[in-house]
């Protein structure tokens, strides 16, 4: 393998590193204090300020702006939310219609507010294909899939099949059997966002402190090592980072995920693959991969990463050899004519996953908290709305939004979301999760028939995810 993998392909992007901001080491007040400069906490500030301009705003960030997941994603932003039909399954079609109309439209509202604000993160909406693109037993989970988009609610128009023809017209990849398009899927640099986001934001008259970590979120009150923030509403922002504040962590726990980008591709090499318009892509694996091409012509694909005892997340960005290799034989697998493709950088990340597979968006007014989160590895898209929500609802602004099944207003999150099982079982599910995906997943390859076992192995699965969804 050709590799000398240098962390995080997104930080290498940015013409000159963003100047450090101050520490919090006073005791200020402020009308809403943020915990966590990731994407929620930066959407939220904005939308606050956009809303209500004279309201003082303060974001405190442990480390520096972008450091959690919003600085080390897939860049993919997608016009859906995991876990939507844990929210509207049993609403009527006209509702899901509506909701999923919401979570669609999201995907053009985030191109529209980076154009208004100038905010050049190479967004692109070049839609998304799910692909059957290994093996046949693909073509029947991703017609499942899609038939399951249709029914919640999705449109017709936004989500469609592709046969081999039409999916080749859109990208070669080994065994282009067919596949989903949904057209409301956007792909961007999030590094360039979330920096981005902040300046805007500090334009508008938010307060960020870097390297001033929240000790405690006591009642109105948010404590730093040198300083203090007194408000009277509190929003936690740390989603897969919420190591400090058990009380969320019992409730949305981090899971990693590993992404590695090749060097930029050859002009003949883009010919042989296709993706003239840059669309991101995956196809039907348990193990969740998913990619794109970038502004620059190389391609950023990552997978489902490990669980770590204890619910620890992942701090640094490292990804060793095995986990770049694996992404790799993945990607070369998946489009052949990257076969010697040089991987340049490598890096990881913590997402966050509430027990019951839920996004939220969550105002409890009577102890002034609130919070936004568990997006399980559909954040990009999903913390614009839900922090936009959060605004909103911090505002008590009667808005669409704020009326959608994901938002709850006066309520607590540990009413709203189960905790999570005590360690070490939630480790020794994980792991025996993961090994029972990665048996079916090496059944299919072998696309040879096995009548009792495949079928056997796929209700197995699709009871794990049952049980932990
Ligand atoms: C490798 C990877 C790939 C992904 N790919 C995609 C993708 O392609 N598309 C998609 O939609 N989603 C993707 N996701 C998920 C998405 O990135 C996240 O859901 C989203 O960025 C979460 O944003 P956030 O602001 O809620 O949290 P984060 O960005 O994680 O921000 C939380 C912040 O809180 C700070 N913090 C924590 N504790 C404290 C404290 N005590 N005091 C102060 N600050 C604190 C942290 O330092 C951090 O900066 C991916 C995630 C990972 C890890």
Redesign the pocket.
């Known amino acids: 393998m050709h590799t000398d993998a240098l962390s995080n392909f997104w930080s290498t992007t940015l013409d000159e590193r963003p100047a450090s901001r101050p520490r919090l080491t006073a005791h200020v007040q402020a009308d809403v204090v943020i915990?966590?400069?990731?994407?929620?906490?930066?959407?939220t500030a904005y939308y606050l300020k956009r809303l209500a301009p004279e309201r003082a705003i303060v974001v405190?960030?442990?480390?520096?702006?972008?450091?959690?997941?919003?600085?080390?994603?897939?860049?993919?932003?997608?016009g859906n939310l995991a876990g939507l039909e844990r929210h509207i399954g049993d609403l009527p079609l006209a509702e899901r219609q509506t909701c999923c109309g919401v979570v669609a439209d999201n995907v053009d509202e985030v191109g529209r507010v980076l154009a208004f604000e100038g905010i050049e993160a190479d967004f692109n909406k070049g839609g998304a294909i799910y692909a059957a693109a290994r093996y046949r037993d693909q073509i029947a989970i991703q017609r499942d899939y899609l038939q399951h988009l249709h029914e919640l609610g999705h449109s017709e128009a936004n989500c469609y099949w592709l046969d081999a023809e039409q999916l080749s017209e859109k990208a070669r990849f080994r065994n282009g059997y067919g596949g989903i398009y949904h057209r409301q899927v956007a792909?961007l640099n999030?590094v360039k966002l979330?920096t981005g986001l902040a300046e805007c934001v500090e334009r508008l008259g938010v307060t960020i402190y870097e390297q001033?970590?929240?000790?405690t979120l006591a009642h109105h009150k948010?404590s730093?090592r040198e300083g203090s923030v007194e408000s009277p509403m509190v929003v936690c922002?740390?989603?897969?980072?919420?190591?400090?504040?058990l009380d969320f962590k019992r409730h949305v726990i981090p899971v990693?995920?590993?992404?590695i980008a090749t060097e930029p591709l050859s002009e003949a090499r883009w010919q042989e693959i296709g993706m003239a318009e840059r669309p991101?892509f995956a196809d039907a694996s348990r193990l969740i991969n998913?990619g794109?091409r970038t502004a620059d012509g190389r391609i950023v694909f990552?997978a489902r990463?490990t669980y770590y005892l204890g619910a620890r997340?992942?701090a640094d960005q490292a990804i060793d050899d095995g986990a770049i290799r694996m992404r790799r034989d993945l990607l070369v697998d998946l489009l052949p004519a990257l076969e010697g493709v040089r991987v340049e950088y490598g890096?990881?990340?913590?997402?966050?996953l509430s027990r019951n597979f839920r996004p939220h968006a969550i105002l409890d007014r009577a102890s002034g908290l609130a919070t936004?989160?568990g997006?399980?590895?559909?954040?990009?898209?999903?913390?614009h709305l839900?922090?936009r929500t959060l605004a909103e609802m911090i505002l008590a602004r009667d808005t669409e939004r704020v009326r959608m099944p994901w938002a709850f207003n006066d309520a607590s999150h540990r009413q709203l979301i189960k905790r999570w099982e005590v360690e070490p079982l939630r480790w020794l599910a994980a792991q025996a999760i993961t090994y029972s995906y990665a048996g079916e997943e090496a059944l299919m390859r072998r696309d040879r028939p096995a009548p009792l076992l495949k079928p056997a192995l796929r209700r197995l699965n699709d009871r794990f995810a049952s049980i932990i969804e």
Do not use: C, I, M
């Open positions: 915990v966590g400069a990731g994407f929620t906490g930066l959407w405190l960030e442990a480390e520096r702006v972008g450091h959690g997941a919003s600085g080390r994603n897939g860049g993919w932003v997608v792909t999030p979330v001033s970590r929240a000790e948010v730093t922002a740390t989603e897969g980072y919420a190591d400090r504040f990693q995920s590993l992404v991101a998913y794109h990552g990463g997340s992942k890096w990881g990340g913590s997402l966050g936004a989160g997006y399980a590895g559909e954040g990009v898209a999903a913390s839900f922090g």
